[in-house]
């Protein structure tokens, strides 16, 4: 399959120029080998035994190449990350080292976190302009940085587009499959996860279908901060089955250690924040709305019907927070979601650049956008007139704007880096 550039190339090049080893995080199958393999001299895969075990003879690189190294699926192996760590302290030159992996570094026993030794970059699903459908012609950099830029383009796509971009995902593998096909994909891809991943993560398991049926009740959770205890409770079988509370703890942190959940948390102001009256909850997501979309049962025609018209608003949400947080990750920027206690204000996306800047985004499953869905967008902007360049409301529309109040209004799929 032909390379698609990826966001994350951009953050790499900047990270591998100062950094030593840099850390490519993030779920199976999201295309780190195939990014990293183009910048390394020598790779080495450690779920390979023949691989690993030339790596146990030699921990510390003495033989290897100049150039960038690439350690692929490092947590098999978990002292090479220590070796790594080591050897950045005895001054190894930037771009030396790639770790890929697909499990937090917590999971190996006795590995050191790396802080200040080793970089980090999330690498997540395609964001939708990584995936090829048009050339997007808003940027999401220049709206954070209030550079003026014309608000343009006009998109074909409609909203059984986006259905059937939710449905047929965006790992690489998976997404240019017919959506058929992506389904028996997902199938396996969640069977290995449960089967495999997490029990090399050390999660024991005695029910299996258990554990299946809590992530089902998470992703009906999608784009909600809806509380645990409440996906506890959806999570009753109709035999009356429920897991422990602790239980279902154990359930998300492997999870989490694997990249599978990725929840949006609360977004806090870096320079004070002036919300005294603030929720706190992370919005729930999965690495990839297709994943919610197949625990659920859901195509992308039962989406466009009455049976899964319910979630077609959170999944459209959940796929434009995948394509915000790829770009914002990008150019180190931060992503989270602002709701006050009261419930009388919500901004679905605020991104926070480096300096403060701020771009607040609505979320619309609607082919048209009126005053009503743009109100929270405002009442922001005139709480922090200072420091929020730009607000913008992403639908499934075909053109892009910008309206007399100021706020863009941009199909989704026009919206890139």
Do not use: C
Not at 23 to 51: L, M
Not at 235 to 255: C, M
Not at 277 to 302: E, F, N
Not at 378 to 383: M, N
């Amino acid at each position: 399959m032909e390379y698609l550039p990826r966001s994350i190339d951009f953050q790499l090049d900047d990270l591998m120029s100062f950094e030593a080893a840099v850390a490519i995080d993030g779920p199976k199958g999201v295309g780190k080998t195939a990014t990293a393999s183009r910048r390394a001299q020598k790779i080495w895969r450690v779920d390979n035994p023949a691989e690993r075990a030339v790596l146990e003879a030699d921990p510390y690189f003495a033989d290897a190449p100049d150039g960038t190294l690439l350690i692929d699926e490092w947590q098999h192996h978990p002292d090479v990350w220590n070796s790594v760590r080591r050897l950045v302290d005895d001054s190894a030159p930037a771009g030396r080292f790639l770790l890929t992996g697909s499990a937090s570094p917590i999971t190996g026993i006795g590995t050191h976190s790396g802080a200040g030794r080793i970089a980090s970059a999330r690498m997540r699903p395609m964001a939708f302009y990584e995936r090829g459908y048009l050339e997007p012609t808003v940027s999401l950099k220049s709206l954070l940085e209030g550079t003026t830029v014309k608000i343009s383009g006009s998109s074909p796509l409609t909203a059984a587009s986006y259905y059937q971009a939710i449905t047929k995902s965006g790992f690489p593998g998976i997404y240019g499959l017919t959506e058929r096909q992506a389904q028996t994909r997902l199938d396996t891809y969640l069977q290995r996860i449960i089967d495999r991943d997490l029990p090399e993560a050390g999660l024991s398991l005695r029910k299996p279908l258990l554990l299946k049926r809590w992530m089902s009740a998470y992703a009906a959770a999608s784009s909600t901060p809806t509380s645990y205890s409440n996906i506890l409770d959806s999570t009753t079988s109709g035999e009356g089955t429920q897991p422990s509370r602790a239980t279902t703890e154990n359930y998300r942190e492997h999870l989490a250690q694997i990249w599978l959940l990725d929840p949006l948390p609360a977004w806090e102001p870096s320079f004070g924040n002036p919300f005294k009256r603030q929720k706190y909850a992370p919005k729930h997501h999965l690495a990839d709305p297709a994943l919610a979309a197949r625990l659920l049962g859901l195509t992308s025609k039962s989406l466009a019907d009455r049976r899964g018209a319910p979630m077609a608003g959170p999944l459209l949400e959940s796929l434009a927070t995948l394509t915000v947080r790829v770009a914002a990750e990008a150019i180190g920027a931060k992503v989270g979601h602002l709701r006050t206690s009261s419930g009388d204000h919500e901004v679905d996306l605020v991104v926070e650049g480096f300096d403060g800047e701020v771009l607040a985004l609505e979320v619309k499953l609607s082919a048209h956008v009126d005053n009503k869905d743009v109100r929270h967008l405002l009442w922001l902007r005139d709480q922090l007139p200072d420091r929020v360049n730009n607000v913008a409301v992403l639908y499934t529309g075909t053109e892009a704007y910008q309206r007399q109040d100021g706020v863009a209004v941009i199909p989704l799929s026009l919206l890139g880096l």
